[in-house]
């Protein structure tokens, strides 16, 4: 059984990210997911996530259609994954354009990605 050493936290984590295809299947991204303590986790989502869909700071609120929820929603997808990430086994860099791609492609595997971060995170957990 490995020994834990207090205050001295890896820098990141792997995991397997395993998610159901639209088309049918699984498929599965290895990723390294950097480290936070549950407290850096909690201030890393507040500035993901300040209040449920407000307008960035400068933008204006215009109307609401379904066109924009969803534009709104992979941009903020996309700043979650790439603050959660260090790296991934993708041919595609990991980058803003790739990950908005991700998004809009397979948004199962973005929920996956983010939900096996929290859990790993604030939960200890390894469940994908």
């Known amino acids: 059984m490995a020994k834990i050493r207090l205050g001295n936290p890896p820098k990141s984590f792997p995991r397997t990210i395993q ?8 498929s599965e991204i290895e990723v390294q997911f950097r480290y936070r ?5 909690a201030r ?6 300040p209040t449920l869909y407000a307008p960035a700071d400068g ?7 379904m ?3 969803a534009s709104e929603g992979v941009r ?3 700043d979650h994954v790439l603050g959660a990430l260090v790296s991934w ?10 990950v908005i791609l991700l998004a809009n492609t397979y948004p199962a595997a973005i ?7 929290r859990l790993a995170v604030t939960e200890g957990r390894a469940k994908n």
């Open 44 to 49: 890393f989502m507040d500035s993901i996530y």
């Open 89 to 98: 086994d993708l041919e595609d860099e990991l980058n803003r354009e790739n």
């Open 59 to 65: 933008e204006t609120q215009g109307p609401a259609t």
């Open 67 to 69: 066109e924009r929820f």
């Open 76 to 78: 903020r997808d996309a």
């Open 111 to 117: 929920l996956a990605i983010t939900e096996g971060y």
């Open 37 to 41: 303590t549950r407290e850096e986790y």
């Open 19 to 26: 998610f159901d295809l639209v088309e049918g299947g699984r």
